[in-house]
Each structure stands twice: as structure tokens, then as C-alpha cells.
């Protein structure tokens, strides 16, 4: 007993692994068809637990906005994305004239794809994680860029303009918010010493690195807010400019693919951040029974899920200039400044403990100050100008 | 035969077939997406050889950047996506003739090279190592340094070309229109 709570993962592929040898199977094959299976239980579970958080999204934002969501169906409106799930299938699958049908058929192939490829580098638990690479963090870059391919593919492939209008938009956001996701992803990676996103979170056990790279943490979450789609940054689904954006001509199950892609992107980059910055599956006790660490994982991840339906319920959509400009004016250089802050006090602090802690999150808060004051000037100087177009006009 | 070997096999042949398929597509859109699968041979290749980090930077450079920016330079040209003409040109004896020649001097070059054993990749000892080496190698005076510098001045003026290609034909005091 005292094996299986401490190491419940090895002793369930333990158990596996001596059935099939005992059928007779090679231990090559054996390992072989384990790792196919566990691929297949992570790949399906994850797809299945979009249909949890579709409805809670969905009573999430109902509550924000005062009113009850889906209630009818099932016992607090559970099974509702069932019913939608079954409407979606029984839909016919329209496909436009002269729409180009090898990219339209694998575009909503390539989105899903994208992001349960994205669940393989997770660690969930301890010893429990799709696979131990040591480029973890690169890998979910490139991943998650295949989806901007997807996107591209569906708007080019559908002959109708608005939809390679609303194609061109969001790879342009989403090539535009990959640039400081990526410069906010070197952050851990130089605070753990190492891309693997199991290192990574090893290296959280003592202080998460939410506490000393608050500002990284912050443009982390905001530009994978953005590389996903979610509002306030969905302007590639809106419905006033451009009918639906790159998703117009697809109906029946593939709108669905594209529809669960973006949901259970929203819930991984939840994941993603509760990896990176909030410790995984770090806390008390995790260490000597995984469950534990999983449990903890599950928490962290709902709660940063929370914030991120939060974040949809109450702001209102950005404009595409408006969106530009944040990510090239504010965001960008704040992710540069921000790493040259961390890499310079990490050289420079040697101290391991409090000392270092103190000194990022100075550093970090100070950086804030700086850029919440610079931004208020910069409102004021518009604000300015607004008022009184023609005086100060030189 | 091993699974590395079926696999390596399998990857080669459909990398072969993608790139044979960019050159023989009618319509460029195709032409592209070959191309992608061609690329993603390749990050597949880099994996049997245990080469991780070049696989996946050659997925985040070859897949998400440079092959999205040919698909949106070939949606910018008109008449995409009608087929194209034939393919195959008058000339075409001309064009297997010299590639016969180029496969038999490859192979000539090939047969002279020392190859000791040929069973299983040489399997690399601590990737950790070599991840932390190429960091270094790249900051190193001795070493690379010099070209790291010089391809970041490339890329700036890269940079600063566009911005100067993309800038809009500026109207005097019509203030700056944002917000």
C-alpha cells in the first residue's frame, strides 16, 4: 500500500507491463504499445474534460454578466455541451464551391492537433508526464505556432474573403504575441537553469516563480491570453466586422474541432502558467505522494482558468490598432526590459535565499512603478491633445 | 529490421514524397504545404538522431515562421489558386540528365567516405551538455561569437528595412491618429 500511494504511477505501469509480457508480448513491443496507449488516454482525457470546461466557462461568464447560463439540461446544465456536442455532429458538413479541399479538411485537424500536442510536455504529477524533453519550453512554442498555421490555412482555403480577411488578422496577432510569450518564456528558463519543463518545476520547491518574476509572470499570461484568441483580444471572432472571422464557411464537426481547439487552448495555457510560474505540482507533501502533487496541479490550473474567464466576462474587445500598439509599445519592450532585469540580478545577487527573492521582486515592482508611471503620462499627454487639437499643434 | 529503422524509413520516404510533390503541385498553395510536411520530415529525422533542441527549432523556424510567411507572400501574388500550367517543361531531358549526373557523383563521394559502423546512430551522451555547450559556444570569443553578432545586425536591418517598406506615406500635422 505503502508503494502504490508513493508511487502510484510506476506501479500501475508495473502492473501493465508484467500483463502484457505475461500475453507474451517483446518487452520492445510491450513498450511500445504502453507509450501508444498512454498517448491515446492523455489525448482523449484532455478532449473530454473540454466538455467540463465549456459549461463552466459558460456559468462563469453567465454569473459575470447576471444572469443563470445553461441550466436546463442535466442537473445544473451539465450535460449542455453534450447536447450541443450531438447538434454539431448531426449537422450537415457544408462545404463551399471552389473551396481548396485538402487545407480546408486539415486545417481543423492541424488546431486540435496543436493543442493536445501541447498537454505531452506537462508534467501533471511527480513521475507523471507524456515526455521527459529537455527543450520543453521551445517545444510548446513551436507547437503552439502550428495552430497560426491552422488558422491561416482554414481562411486561405475557403474562398470568401472575410474569412482570408480574418485569417490575415489573427496571424498577424498571433505572430505579433508570440514575440513577447516567447521573450516572457526565457524568464523561468533562466531562473531554473534549463528548458525542460520538469526542471522547471523542480526548481520551484522553495518559491514559486511567480514571486520573483511577477512581471514576466504577468506578460506570460497576457500574450498567451492573446495567441489564443480569448477576449479581450477576440477580435478574430468579431461578429459586428467580420461575420466570424476565418471560421465563416466551416459547419458541423469541423467548426466543432475549431471550437474545443481554442476552449481547451485557454485551459492548457492555464496549465502552462500554473507550470511556469505557480510551481506545477509543488506543495506540501507533493514530493512523497504524486496524487497529492496532481491535486495541487488540478487547483492551480482551475484557479488561473478562473482568472482567465474572469478576464473575458469583463473587459471589452481591443481593436486591431489598439491591439498593435500594446503588443509593440508596452508589452515587447517590457518583456526585453524585464529579462535584462532578471539575467543581470540573477548574475549579480549570489546569495541563494531571501536576499535573492527580495531583490527580483524589487527589482519587479520597481519596473511596474516605472511603467505605470510612464503609461500615465503618456494617457495624460493624449488626453492632452485630445482636448485641444489645434493649440499645441506646432 | 528495428522500429528505428521502420521509422526512419517511413520519415525518409514521405519526406522524399513531399518534396517531389512541392516541385510536381499545380497550385502553389499545395506547393506550400508540402513543403510544411517536407520540413516536418526533417524535425522527425532530427528526433531519431537525438538531436531534440534541432528538432524542435527547426519546427518553431522552418514550420511557424518562415513556412506561414511563404504561404502569406503567395496569398499577396494574384491568381493563386487557379491550376497552374503543365508542369513538366519541353526541356525536361535536359533538367534528368543533369540530375542523374548529380546523383552519380554524389554517390561517388559517398562510397569514398569511411564508414566504420553503420548499424545505430551514435547515441549522444548527455544532451544537457550539449544544450549548455552551443549556449556557450555562441557567447565564446574564441569561438562564434563574431558570427552571432553579425547575424543580429542582419536581422536588425531586416528589421528596420521593412519598417521603412511598411511606413505609411506620412501627411504633414495630421497628428499621429492613434487611440
Do not use: C
Not at chain 1, 112 to 117: A, K, L, N, P
Not at chain 1, 125 to 134: T, V
Not at chain 1, 288 to 299: A, H, M, R, S, V
Amino acid at each position: 500500500m505503502d508503494q502504490i500511494l508513493g508511487d502510484p504511477f510506476g506501479w500501475f505501469n508495473q502492473l501493465l507491463r508484467s500483463l502484457l509480457e505475461g500475453w507474451g508480448l517483446s518487452p520492445g513491443f510491450t513498450s511500445f504499445v504502453l507509450n501508444l496507449l498512454g498517448a491515446f488516454v492523455m489525448g482523449l482525457g484532455v478532449l473530454l474534460l473540454t466538455l467540463l470546461l465549456i459549461w463552466a466557462e459558460r456559468k462563469i461568464v453567465a454569473r459575470i454578466q447576471d444572469r443563470l447560463g445553461p441550466n436546463r439540461v442535466g442537473p445544473f446544465g451539465i450535460l449542455q455541451t453534450v447536447a450541443d456536442l450531438v447538434k454539431l455532429v448531426t449537422k450537415e458538413l457544408i462545404v463551399p464551391v471552389g473551396a481548396d479541399l485538402g487545407p480546408y479538411n486539415l486545417a481543423p485537424l492541424l488546431a486540435v492537433m496543436s493543442v493536445v500536442g501541447l498537454w505531452a510536455v506537462v508534467p501533471l504529477a511527480p513521475r507523471l508526464l507524456g515526455a521527459d524533453i529537455n527543450v520543453g519550453v521551445l517545444y510548446v512554442v513551436s507547437i503552439g505556432a502550428i495552430s497560426t498555421l491552422s488558422i491561416l490555412l482554414a481562411g486561405i482555403s475557403s474562398n470568401n474573403k472575410y474569412a482570408i480577411l480574418g485569417a490575415f488578422r489573427t496571424v498577424a496577432q498571433m505572430v505579433s504575441y508570440a514575440v513577447p510569450l516567447v521573450l516572457a518564456l526565457i524568464v523561468p528558463t533562466l531562473l531554473a537553469g534549463s528548458m525542460g519543463m520538469v526542471e522547471i518545476v523542480e526548481e520551484q520547491r522553495s518559491i514559486w516563480f511567480l514571486v520573483i518574476a511577477p512581471v514576466a509572470a504577468l506578460i506570460f499570461f497576457i500574450s498567451s491570453i492573446a495567441e489564443v484568441g480569448r477576449a479581450p483580444f477576440d477580435l478574430l471572432e468579431a461578429e459586428s466586422e467580420l461575420v466570424a472571422g476565418f471560421h465563416i464557411e466551416y459547419s458541423g464537426l469541423r467548426f466543432g474541432m475549431f471550437f474545443v481547439a481554442e476552449f481547451l487552448h485557454a485551459f492548457t495555457i492555464s496549465a502552462l502558467t500554473a507550470t511556469l510560474f505557480l510551481g506545477g505540482w509543488q506543495g506540501p507533501g507533493a514530493a512523497e505522494y504524486p496524487l497529492l502533487g496532481l491535486f495541487y496541479f488540478g487547483i492551480k490550473t482551475a484557479l488561473v482558468y478562473f482568472v482567465v474567464i474572469w478576464i473575458r466576462g469583463s473587459f471589452p474587445r481591443i481593436r486591431i490598432d489598439q491591439m498593435n500598439q500594446l503588443n509593440w509599445k508596452l508589452i515587447t519592450p517590457l518583456a526585453l526590459v524585464s529579462l535584462m532585469v532578471t539575467a543581470v540580478v540573477e548574475k549579480l545577487v549570489v546569495d541563494m535565499g531571501l536576499i535573492r527573492i527580495g531583490v527580483h521582486l524589487g527589482a519587479n515592482l520597481l519596473l511596474l512603478a516605472i511603467t505605470l508611471w510612464a503609461l500615465r503620462a503618456y494617457a495624460r499627454a493624449v488626453r492632452r491633445r485630445v482636448e485641444d487639437p489645434m493649440g499645441s499643434q506646432t | 529490421m528495428t522500429a528505428t529503422q521502420f521509422v526512419f524509413l517511413l520519415t525518409g520516404a514521405v519526406t522524399l514524397g513531399a518534396a517531389l510533390l512541392v516541385v510536381l503541385s499545380p497550385r502553389l498553395v499545395h506547393a506550400a504545404l508540402w513543403l510544411i510536411l517536407s520540413l516536418a520530415g526533417t524535425a522527425v529525422l532530427f528526433v531519431l538522431l537525438e538531436a531534440s533542441f534541432l528538432a524542435v527549432v527547426q519546427v518553431a523556424i522552418y514550420i511557424d515562421a518562415i513556412a506561414i510567411l511563404i504561404i502569406i507572400v503567395i496569398m499577396l501574388t494574384r491568381r493563386v489558386m487557379i491550376r497552374g500550367e503543365a508542369q513538366i517543361t519541353r526541356n525536361w531531358w535536359l533538367g534528368a540528365i543533369s540530375a542523374l549526373i548529380f546523383l552519380g557523383g554524389l554517390l561517388v563521394l559517398l562510397n569514398m567516405m569511411p564508414i566504420t559502423a553503420i548499424d545505430t546512430p551514435p547515441t549522444i551522451a548527455d544532451t544537457n551538455q550539449l544544450l549548455e555547450d552551443l549556449g556557450r559556444s555562441l557567447v565564446d570569443v574564441d569561438r562564434f561569437i563574431l558570427p552571432f553578432e553579425v547575424a543580429s545586425i542582419l536581422l536588425l536591418a531586416a528589421l528596420i528595412g521593412s519598417i521603412m517598406i511598411a511606413w505609411p506615406l506620412s501627411t504633414r500635422a495630421e497628428g499621429e491618429g492613434d487611440q
